[in-house]
């Protein structure tokens, strides 16, 4: 009688294990959330806001903070061909016959870093673009790599992370949440509020980058 009670009781735990264990391979394994990271273009975007958005604006159109302070400058972001745009953020504006203002990062930056910005202003008139950087650099560990709410730190949250392939809700909610945070909106509280830290353009970017993983 003891055997058998035993055994049901290991069979029970096993099959419980086995459960959990299913539930926790199913989400982003670090492999995932690496190789999503070491793409260029989402490293890139974090050069781009930390380096360049003040003078050539978040869609790089010049339409920046700063850009009044320098005249007639023409600070947008062109399609220049990569051999152009790698000297010339190396060596400024100068070193081309174009505004001074523009400075040489070629001492401040790493070579992965102009590489990586490089990549990131290929796309940045599009708004896609530039809301996948976004999503990638700040919304992964929750919701995961894939959107589908399997980041790798969702296992800790109840009610866990949103499935973002299968939300019904609009854009208009999208945004207020994303700004406001899920608590605002009656939703969970671990939800961060990202308007103190992501600017209305980058929430923009993310919601309409949201629509493209919709199944």
Known sequence: MFTRTLLTFMLVIGTQLTLFQNEVFARDSRGDVKRSMSKPEFRGGIVFKHYCVLCHGERGDGQARASRLHGIANLV????????????????????????????????????????????????????????????????????????????????????PANLTKSDKNDEYKTLIITLGGAAMGRSEFMPIWGEQLTEQEISDVVAYLRTVLK
């Not at 504006?93 to 040489?104: E, I, Q, R, T, V």
């Not at 673009?129 to 790798?152: M, Q, S, Y």
């Open 77 to 160: 972001i062109g399609r220049n061909s990569d051999e152009y745009n790698e000297k010339i953020i190396r060596q400024g504006g100068a070193a081309l016959n174009k505004s001074d203002f523009m400075p040489p990062w070629g001492d401040e930056l790493t070579n992965e870093q102009l590489t990586d910005v490089l990549a990131y202003i290929k796309g940045i008139s599009n708004p896609v673009r530039r809301g996948e950087a976004v999503f990638k650099t700040n919304c992964i560990l929750c919701h995961g790599v894939n959107a589908d709410g399997k980041g790798r730190a969702s296992v800790l949250y109840d009610p866990p």
